[in-house]
């Protein structure tokens, strides 16, 4: 965990924003234990901003307070994933319906290249999980455009949730499986949609997307060997990409 030097952001945001990427990026993993004095003394923060950063995040459902135990940063279960994927189909599509009619020109343009970029990118021989951060950080750029297009705050809400736990899933797969293979035809069909600001055309895109990677992403956890019944636990090493 990396050392920061405070200036002129508060200590409690700079260790919420560490804290809150560590568990999305999952450097801090489902189920895993942390104490106060634990964070304090590897990021150097000090005790009063690291517990004001666990309290938000507890809040936030990031993680548990165990009592006497310190915290556990959020568990992942088959059935939570399910779930998960299961109501971003019905927000997925449904925001880019919404959000592409009202987003400025310039940040439909950015975000039509930035999955161009991603398919140029995947043709490389880049590393599996540098790859997954590149799709996972493209995705979110351009959904973030369209959540705020859409002018709902119950959206916006709703998908902050939703992203948050998406990047965790992928970021724990990261490059044992490559979940989302963006064909050149699937960016070509979604470039034209959003250019003619078509959204239900882009939304239907997006919702058979969706489908695609919820059924895969079940399928890959179910074949883990340290799954169990109950949670998801994180796989010491993963080395393998799939076609």
């Not at 004001?52 to 993680?63: N, P, S």
């Not at 750029?141 to 736990?165: H, Q, S």
């Not at 064909?183 to 489908?211: F, H, K, M, N």
Request: proline share 5%.
């Amino acid at each position: 965990m990396a050392v920061y030097e405070p200036d002129a952001v508060p200590l409690r945001e700079i260790a919420y924003q560490r804290l809150r990427e560590d568990i999305l990026s999952c450097r801090l993993p489902p189920g895993h234990r942390i104490t106060e004095r634990q964070i304090a003394a590897e990021t150097k923060l000090g005790i009063s901003a690291i517990r004001e950063a666990l309290t938000r995040l507890d809040h936030e459902g990031l993680v548990h307070t165990q009592p006497r135990r310190g915290y556990q940063v959020k568990p992942m279960t088959l059935k939570g994933v399910d779930d998960l994927f299961t109501f971003w189909e019905l927000l997925g599509p449904e925001t880019v319906r919404r959000g592409i009619t009202g987003v400025a020109r310039e940040q439909l343009d950015r975000a039509v290249a930035g999955f161009e970029q991603f398919v140029q990118q995947a043709t490389t021989d880049m590393p599996g999980r540098e790859l997954t951060q590149v799709w996972l950080a493209v995705s979110e750029d351009a959904f973030a455009v369209l959540v705020n297009a859409t002018d709902n705050p119950y959206i916006v809400n709703a998908y902050r949730a939703v992203a948050g736990e998406l990047r965790r899933v992928l970021s724990l797969l990261n490059d044992s499986v490559l979940i989302f293979s963006v064909s050149p035809q699937y960016v070509a069909g979604w470039s034209e949609a959003v250019g003619r600001r078509d959204g239900e055309r882009a939304a239907e895109l997006t919702r058979d997307y969706i489908r695609q990677s919820h059924s895969r992403v079940l399928r890959t956890l179910a074949r883990w060997p340290s799954v169990t019944s109950t949670e998801i636990v994180p796989l010491q090493q993963s080395t393998t990409r799939a076609v």
